[in-house]
T-cell receptor
Framework: DSGVTQTPKHLITATGQRVTLRCSPRSGDLSVYWYQQSLDQGLQFLIQYYNGEERAKGNILERFSAQQFPDLHSELNLSSLELGDSALYFC????????????FGPGTRLTVT | ELKVEQNPLFLSMQEGKNYTIYCNYSTTSDRLYWYRQDPGKSLESLFVLLSNGAVKQEGRLMASLDTKARLSTLHITAAVHDLSATYFCAVDFDTGNQFYFGTGTSLTVIP
């Protein structure tokens, strides 16, 4: 158990809908990262937040957005969902002084039908 | 372009045999990571390599990093069935600590 929690574990929704994935980092970790894992694209970095502020952006679609709240939990919002958005979404966290050690949550499996 | 390539993509090996998984990356970095993923599960950190020449070993797995060649290897010694999983390398290209992952190597150890 990495100490990173994600909810929900599974999500099934229809095309065009909007969903929110939630992540709670390890206690004390300030950085949160979001990754998408799909058969087509493999594991891709989406976005990073550090202490509430966006720090880096990867291959994140404009339909997707994220934020990190004052209590350091983060949410990834996916809107106008398409079939191709079906994937495993992982959140990871790291400590301020050890950014190279990322601890991954269990993931949220999103299925778009 | 920032790219991380692993080979082989699939590896089927007999118990007791040795093998090596290779991870090449496109641009200078001295930070490389190895993860293991079991089917339907999250990623488990195996090794963190932070300098040229770094070598780390844990049980039957040993990882090394050659930053000049932009190459890391994950060596498996005397494989056992429990090592069956997908192994990913990831590189931090110093662009904000986001990891760039390789394609993964799906390892199956056959009794």
């Amino acid at each position: 158990d990495s100490g990173v929690t994600q909810t929900p574990k599974h999500l099934i929704t229809a095309t065009g809908q909007r969903v929110t994935l939630r992540c709670s980092p390890r206690s004390g970790d300030l950085s949160v990262y979001w990754y998408q894992q799909s058969l087509d694209q493999g594991l891709q970095f989406l976005i990073q937040y550090y202490n509430g502020e966006e720090r880096a952006k990867g291959n994140i679609l404009e339909r997707f957005s994220a934020q990190q709240f004052p209590d350091l939990h983060s949410e990834l919002n996916l809107s106008s969902l398409e079939l191709g958005d079906s994937a495993l979404y992982f959140c990871a966290s790291s400590a301020r002084d050890r950014p190279y050690e990322q601890y991954f949550g269990p993931g949220t499996r999103l299925t778009v039908t | 372009e920032l790219k991380v390539e692993q080979n082989p993509l699939f590896l089927s090996m007999q118990e007791g045999k040795n093998y090596t998984i290779y991870c090449n990356y496109s641009t200078t970095s001295d930070r490389l990571y190895w993860y293991r993923q079991d089917p339907g599960k999250s990623l488990e950190s195996l090794f963190v390599l932070l300098s040229n020449g770094a070598v780390k070993q844990e049980g039957r797995l040993m990882a090394s990093l050659d930053t000049k060649a932009r190459l890391s290897t994950l060596h498996i010694t005397a494989a056992v069935h429990d090592l069956s999983a997908t192994y990913f390398c990831a590189v931090d290209f110093d662009t904000g600590n986001q990891f760039y992952f390789g394609t993964g190597t799906s390892l199956t150890v056959i009794p």
